[in-house]
């Protein structure tokens, strides 16, 4: 009887972890997507071009990070770290490219001290950020981004 309660567990374990794991990668549906879609364009049309300073959290200048802190509290009630650092330890890792979701997190490692950077992908191979030249723009991801592209995550 031992014996058949112990299978009986692992076999319980297992279908809860099988559960669990689908849910964690599960795409998001077109409703959804739209609806992220259009907060992060709204968003967007609020922020746009404001200029990017060092440590900014403001309209008068936000640097990468607070923009992203800005968005995901008021937009998904969702509160982000305050650096790019701890934002990328947030949520689940997103490993292929193919599986990318409109309002994940992109990093990227950029320059010769790996200074850390983050937007969030809009789809489409773009992806909305505070840029360090031209303030808070949409971008696409090419070749000079795919380059520095350190990880995609999650945390919505």
């Not at 031992?2 to 299978?7: D, P, T, V, Y």
């Not at 770290?81 to 947030?90: F, G, I, Q, Y």
Request: aromatic share 12%; proline share 1%; net charge positive.
């Amino acid at each position: 009887m031992l014996k058949s309660n112990r299978f009986l567990l692992k076999i319980l374990l297992l279908f809860i972890l099988i559960i669990f794991t689908g849910c964690s990668s599960a795409r998001i549906n077109e409703r959804e997507k739209k609806e992220r879609t259009a907060k992060i364009t709204t968003f967007y049309r609020s922020w746009k071009g404001t200029k990017y300073r060092l440590g900014g959290t403001t309209k008068s200048g936000v640097d990468c990070s607070a923009l992203m802190q800005h968005l995901y509290r008021e937009k998904f009630t969702k509160r982000l770290p305050r650096t790019t650092k701890d934002m990328a330890r947030e949520g689940s890792k997103v490993k292929k490219r193919s599986q990318w979701e409109v309002g994940d997190l992109v990093f990227f490692k950029i320059g010769w001290k790996r200074t850390h950077h983050v937007g969030v992908y809009l789809g489409d191979n773009r992806f909305l950020h505070a840029s360090t030249s031209k303030g808070v723009i949409v971008s696409e991801i090419d070749k000079y981004w795919s380059k520095h592209l350190w990880q995609v995550r999650r945390v919505l």
